[in-house]
């Protein structure tokens, strides 16, 4: 196995269209069907999760932090995806897929640990930034779970609204330009953490129109996911992990 500092000198990223990520979800698509019992356990473990949690903090009466958790989930996702990066990496190999060769690779690489630390780090940071700004704007709480589309949708709220968006969009184009390729890097090279996030950021810089359109799609797949109560999850999340394997072949070399 090569050392990191050689690993660093042979990655090379490429540059590629901007209509490349149509392609991706293409192959994504292609390494569902041919894996769909590992792929749908992961997007009903997905869908599962979200309503759980959901319940939990409407329960809790802490439902001004769903409409944030949701959000946060594009900070964690990359993380959560690997087993099914694994999935795509054996497929493209020609090895035999089960549920448990995908995730046994969370524990074969510490790597992949620490950085899912990282990610962690970046979705506990954007829940204190959202809750500071709830209560900084609101006062008298917010209504039950059904009622929070239409209470955010008054245009009373739009200050509240736009300014979170804002806030979580960069919470999400910082998580998306450092974990882009980096832990499917983890996965497929003996490569330390720092490289690999390096390696991503300079793979977004030489892409940006297509990594834009890139990391557009998966905003759109994540909010449609959410507004369709998160059943939309089961099918786009494994698709988007997939697809984001493909990415990484792709964009390094």
């Not at 903090?57 to 099914?84: E, K, N, Q, Y």
């Not at 996030?197 to 300079?202: A, D, K, M, N, T």
Request: aromatic share 12%; charged share 10%; net charge neutral.
């Amino acid at each position: 196995m090569s050392t990191d500092t050689e690993t660093r000198a042979a990655a090379q990223i490429r540059t590629i269209p901007t209509d490349q990520p149509w392609l991706w979800l293409q192959q994504g698509w292609r390494d569902m069907v041919a894996a769909p019992a590992v792929s749908l356990a992961y997007g009903a473990t997905i869908v599962l999760l979200s309503w759980v949690l959901a319940g939990v903090l409407s329960v809790a009466d802490w439902t001004w932090a769903v409409l944030p958790m949701a959000g946060g989930f594009l900070l964690v996702a990359p993380f959560i995806a690997v087993g099914l990066y694994e999935c795509s990496r054996r497929l493209e190999a020609g090895q035999p897929v089960t549920l448990r060769d995908t995730v046994n690779v969370f524990l074969r690489n510490p790597r992949i640990a620490y950085f899912g630390i990282v990610l962690l780090l970046l979705h506990f940071a954007w829940m204190r930034a959202a809750m500071l700004w709830f209560v900084l704007y609101f006062h008298g709480g917010t209504p039950p779970l059904g009622q929070i589309p239409l209470y955010l949708l008054d245009p009373v709220n739009l200050p509240f609204l736009i300014v979170g968006t804002a806030m979580g969009g960069g919470f999400a184009l910082l998580t998306f330009a450092i974990s882009a390729v980096s832990l499917p890097l983890l996965l497929d090279r003996d490569i330390d953490v720092i490289s690999a996030i390096l390696l991503s950021v300079r793979a977004v810089l030489a892409n940006p129109k297509a990594l834009l359109l890139w990391a557009g799609l998966i905003a759109l797949f994540t909010f449609v996911g959410l507004v369709t109560f998160f059943f939309g999850l089961g099918l786009l999340f494994p698709l988007v992990a997939h697809a984001s394997w493909h990415a990484y072949r792709n964009l390094v070399g």
